[in-house]
């Protein structure tokens, strides 16, 4: 029996009518059909709820009382399936230097990547990291994108601070970050 495959058999999660199906490893494979024909009710309902339950069944006792309890999806078997990841839309959390590649790792092996096929102009393969000082991009610092202060915004040059030079809505005369200044 061939392990380079994902085997299901009789998946019936949600509408699913009993589905077996083959899906090749090592590949990119894509499940397109109309909304409700069931994508999500097969990938993330049966095949990577099976894909966790059985990681968290390798987990000790201990640390499976702190795991969600996954209860075994309404398919037959699925064989040869490896640790699964889910990449869904949402932001997986507010620090810009944490990304898909980071938390996934592959940022790790595109590093390792770039220092090989790379032309090596800067020196070790650390340095291709937009998160190292040396490896980041001089424009952004690696966040892909430029925060500044619009200062011309933010200051109002002909005023004092007490006349309420600190345009910026926190700072308006009498509020709290105001009086802090004034009485330095
Ligand atoms: N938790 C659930 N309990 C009962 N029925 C569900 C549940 N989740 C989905 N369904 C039903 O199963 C069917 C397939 O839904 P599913 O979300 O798998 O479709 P989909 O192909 O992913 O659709 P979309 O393209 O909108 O994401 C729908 O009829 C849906 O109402
Ligand atoms: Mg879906």
Not at 53 to 81: C, G, H
Not at 146 to 166: M, Y
């Amino acid at each position: 029996m061939s392990r380079d495959k994902i085997i299901v058999q009789n998946a019936h999660t949600n509408n699913l009518k009993n589905i077996d199906v083959e899906i090749p490893k090592h590949k990119l494979v894509v499940f397109t059909g109309v909304s409700g024909s069931g994508k999500s009710s097969l990938l993330f309902d049966t095949i990577y709820t099976e894909a966790q339950r059985q990681l968290i069944e390798t987990f000790s006792t201990f640390a499976r009382t702190r795991m969600p309890k996954l209860s075994r999806p309404d398919v037959d078997d699925i064989l040869n399936l490896s640790t699964a990841i889910v990449i869904d839309q949402k932001r997986m959390g507010n620090n810009l230097r944490s990304t898909v590649g980071t938390a996934t790792e592959i940022n790790t092996y595109l590093r390792l990547l770039y220092s090989r096929v790379g032309k090596p102009f800067i020196g070790p393969s650390f340095y291709f990291s937009f998160n190292h000082p040396e490896g980041m991009c001089t424009y952004c610092h690696g966040l892909g994108k430029q925060i500044k202060v619009d200062l011309d915004l933010f200051l109002d040059i002909e005023k004092s601070i007490r006349e309420g030079a600190i345009t910026h809505p926190h700072y308006k005369i009498g509020g709290f970050l105001w009086k802090e200044l004034i009485t330095l």
